[in-house]
């Protein structure tokens, strides 16, 4: 007589491809409140969405961690990137002056990212996407070099416009090794990501831009979202712990 069995619940909280579990879902939703109270000026409440959205990213990532058969020194570098990306929201949502402290902040972040996307694939195997990345933020830097008074400040953001050019390179080289829609989701919002530094910039050090929040905070949480759903690779067929590469 056959054993009847059922298969094991299946966690709340996994991020299956092609599906937001709970977690993710309610990232998405502080991640709106954060975006929103920014917007309309609520300081108090955008203090305590803000944070929390990155917080949020951080338990999701450390969660399908623990699930995962497959955790490695991988889910450590997008950890990383998350935790120095937190340090860069506070940094640049504090009262005062911390735009350094912040930019330098996110530098780290990007750093951890271009690890994170050098994982199983070359160098910047695309060349072309390479010298795009770096002409778009050569570009970008020459409008808004007018408004960098401070050499300190010119320094920084020259290291910064390089750093983030290089990992929207490398997750760009990424998704053409790979061929999959999950890659080619990391390297849209590695696009992004840069696409809401760029609306900074320019509205820091060259015009100030209407709803600019709306612009820069949408921006970088949808590429935020992005890279963290999709760059996690799919566990091997029958589960087998993979270990680090």
Known sequence: MKHLTKPPPEPVNAALPGRLSRLELLLMAVAALATVTSVLGLQTLHFIFKPLTMLLAILLVAVRARQSPTASRFDT???????????????????????????????????????????????????RALLGTLAVGSAMYLWVWSGLADPV???????????????????????V??????A???????????????????????????????????????????????????????????GTK
């Open 153 to 175: 400040l010119k320094l920084a953001v020259a290291a910064y416009v390089s750093v983030i050019a290089l990992m929207v390179a490398q997750a760009i080289g990424r998704a």
């Open 177 to 182: 090794v790979q061929r999959d829609a999950a």
């Open 184 to 242: 080619s989701a990391v390297a849209l919002g590695a696009c992004i990501f840069m696409l809401s530094d760029a609306l900074i910039a320019i509205n820091r050090f060259v015009q100030p831009l209407p709803l600019v929040s709306l612009w820069v905070l949408t921006s970088y949480y949808l590429a935020q979202i992005l890279m963290v759903h999709n760059a996690r690779p799919p566990s091997p067929p029958g589960g087998a712990c993979s």
């Open 77 to 127: 570098l997008l950890l990383a990137a998350l935790a120095a990306s937190l340090a860069g929201d506070v940094f640049l949502m504090l009262p005062g002056n911390y735009f350094i402290p912040g930019l330098a902040s996110f530098l780290v972040a990007h750093l951890f990212y271009i690890a994170l996307f050098r994982r199983g694939v070359p160098w910047f195997a695309s060349r």
